[in-house]
């Protein structure tokens, strides 16, 4: 099964980082039969949509009241939700993330539409309990924040349902690329090394307080945003493949590795100072993150198509440096 040009596809969060990059990807394999739904607020994502063609933009409060109009809807891209993982307002969370998901999830069954939505792999907490995408057991995951916990609250209520035999649930690692300029806070470190380089020609990463890791090699799984939209694709266009699905490299890299090809792309020597994490962050910092992709790769993906120094190169080179979006 692939997706037809003729085929009606809805994106919601589709002026957002990872949307956005979905529907560049979209219109890049010939395909603008699309309806983008976002809140666009007043942090100006509205310049990811400028070089994209799609047939029309609804705001989230209007999207549900006007399902009944897209019955012809194949396709149903659920990537829209707070993503902030420092929000506190638990029932904005419930209501935005948890409720709406459920919703557009029974919508797209009973209109029998592909349902592909944005878990994440922030339901698995400190992974004491593993990242194991394979495992039935949802119960015995512990998120850490509420942001994490209203996604894990849609995952136990689409398994309870039995929706996930039917519908794709994808926990995306540590996701950056182009695109992402909006988030604030939320941005990657690539994001972010990239403007302290650029301005003082160094770059501050968090020291280790863990004796199994030196200052610099805490290790994360980094995936480069392009990488992930074709995993997406791949899952959306399997019939097969359904259930949750982690979404990374599967290789994890040091936060040293990340930064190093940035300096790289800039011709400028590697310089890093260790700075102090806040103690707010040291009990729930994460110190190795490792997306165990087999579940995806048996689905039949064929593999990352970028390294982590060509990714971030290629993000620097193409987008940072220039001031670019995706399709500009």
């Given at each position: 099964m692939s997706?037809?040009?003729?085929?009606?596809?809805?994106?919601?969060?589709?002026?957002?980082?990872?949307?956005?990059?979905?529907v560049?990807?979209?219109?890049?394999?010939?395909?603008d039969?699309?309806?983008?739904?976002?809140?666009?607020?007043?942090?100006?994502?509205f310049?990811?949509?400028?070089?994209?063609r799609?047939v029309?933009?609804?705001e989230?409060?209007?999207?549900?009241?006007a399902?009944e109009?897209?019955?012809?809807?194949r396709?149903?891209?659920?990537?829209?939700?707070?993503s902030?993982?420092?929000?506190?307002?638990?029932?904005?969370?419930?209501?935005?993330?948890?409720e709406?998901?459920?919703v557009?999830?029974?919508?797209?069954?009973?209109?029998?539409?592909?349902?592909?939505?944005?878990?994440?792999?922030?339901?698995?907490?400190?992974?004491?309990?593993?990242?194991?995408?394979?495992?039935?057991?949802?119960?015995?995951?512990?998120p850490?924040?509420?942001?994490?916990?209203?996604?894990?609250?849609?995952?136990?209520?689409?398994?309870?349902?039995?929706?996930?035999?039917?519908?794709?649930?994808?926990?995306?690692?540590?996701?950056?690329?182009?695109?992402?300029?909006?988030?604030?806070?939320?941005?990657?470190v690539?994001?972010?090394?990239?403007?302290?380089i650029?301005?003082?020609?160094?770059?501050?990463?968090?020291k280790?307080?863990?004796?199994?890791?030196a200052?610099?090699?805490?290790?994360?799984?980094?995936?480069?945003v392009?990488?992930?939209?074709d995993?997406t694709?791949?899952?959306?266009?399997?019939?097969?493949?359904?259930?949750?699905?982690?979404?990374g490299?599967?290789?994890?890299n040091?936060?040293k590795?990340?930064?190093?090809?940035?300096?790289?792309?800039?011709?400028?020597?590697?310089s890093i100072?260790?700075?102090?994490?806040?103690?707010?962050?040291?009990?729930?910092?994460?110190y190795?993150?490792?997306?165990d992709?087999?579940?995806?790769?048996e689905?039949?993906?064929?593999?990352?198509?970028?390294?982590?120094?060509?990714?971030?190169?290629?993000?620097?080179s193409?987008?940072?440096?220039?001031?670019?979006?995706?399709?500009?």
């Amino acid at each position: 099964m692939s997706i037809s040009p003729s085929d009606r596809i809805l994106v919601t969060g589709g002026a957002g980082f990872i949307g956005s990059a979905l529907v560049w990807a979209l219109n890049e394999r010939g395909h603008d039969n699309i309806i983008i739904s976002d809140y666009l607020g007043d942090d100006e994502k509205f310049k990811n949509l400028v070089p994209l063609r799609y047939v029309d933009y609804l705001e989230a409060d209007d999207l549900l009241e006007a399902l009944e109009d897209f019955e012809d809807v194949r396709y149903v891209f659920h990537l829209g939700a707070c993503s902030a993982t420092t929000e506190k307002d638990c029932r904005y969370l419930i209501q935005n993330n948890y409720e709406y998901t459920k919703v557009l999830a029974e919508w797209s069954l009973e209109n029998e539409a592909r349902f592909v939505y944005a878990s994440s792999a922030a339901t698995y907490g400190d992974g004491e309990q593993g990242m194991d995408d394979k495992s039935e057991e949802l119960h015995r995951l512990r998120p850490l924040n509420m942001y994490g916990y209203s996604k894990h609250m849609f995952d136990l209520y689409a398994q309870r349902m039995g929706w996930l035999d039917r519908i794709v649930g994808m926990k995306y690692f540590n996701v950056f690329g182009p695109n992402e300029d909006h988030k604030g806070d939320m941005r990657s470190v690539v994001h972010k090394a990239f403007g302290q380089i650029s301005e003082h020609g160094s770059v501050g990463l968090f020291k280790s307080y863990h004796l199994d890791y030196a200052d610099g090699e805490q290790m994360r799984d980094f995936l480069y945003v392009k990488d992930a939209i074709d995993m997406t694709l791949h899952l959306a266009e399997t019939p097969s493949a359904n259930g949750l699905f982690n979404l990374g490299s599967g290789q994890a890299n040091t936060w040293k590795a990340l930064v190093t090809p940035i300096f790289e792309a800039l011709d400028l020597p590697l310089s890093i100072e260790y700075i102090e994490m806040p103690e707010t962050l040291r009990e729930k910092y994460q110190y190795f993150t490792k997306a165990d992709n087999s579940k995806l790769l048996e689905s039949g993906y064929a593999g990352c198509k970028f390294s982590l120094d060509e990714a971030v190169k290629d993000y620097v080179s193409n987008y940072l440096k220039p001031g670019k979006q995706l399709g500009s």
